[in-house]
């Protein structure tokens, strides 16, 4: 079973900049696909972004594209969504997601097999 812990979720002005984690169970990090979900109030869970097994791949969403990136440590066994010049609709739960299978330009954002609990980001306007 994987388990994945996510933090550094927190409030922000817009403009600002938050770095969140998600700690891994086992050697995740280096042998699964990793992705960012978020779901803010009253919406359905969208796509942030995402990082292919071997961490060569990255995908975005379009709405956080040239502002959030997203990184790996297996050494740590950990991912990494630096988010930048965050804005008020960035306001959501941010979860970590593990993939077994390989992903690929058309389903990065979908088939993820294992959830974070989630953390919450706020950007005030």
């Known amino acids: 079973q994987v388990q994945l812990v996510e933090s550094g979720g927190g409030s922000v002005q817009a403009g600002g900049s938050l770095r969140l984690s998600c700690a891994a169970s086992?050697?995740?990090?280096?042998?699964?696909?990793m992705g960012w979900f978020r779901q803010a109030p009253g919406k359905e869970r969208e796509f942030v972004a995402a990082i292919s097994k071997i961490g060569i791949s990255t995908y975005y969403a379009d709405s956080v594209k040239g502002r959030f990136t997203i990184s790996r440590d297996g050494a740590k066994n950990t991912v990494y969504l630096q988010m930048n010049s965050l804005k008020p609709e960035d306001t959501a739960v941010y979860y970590c997601?593990?993939?077994?299978?390989?992903?690929?330009?058309?389903?990065?954002?979908?088939?993820?097999?294992?959830w974070g609990q989630g953390t919450q980001v706020t950007v005030s306007s």
């Open positions: 086992r050697r995740t990090v280096s042998t699964y696909a």
């Open positions: 997601a593990a993939r077994s299978r390989y992903i690929s330009n058309s389903d990065y954002y979908t088939n993820y097999d294992y």
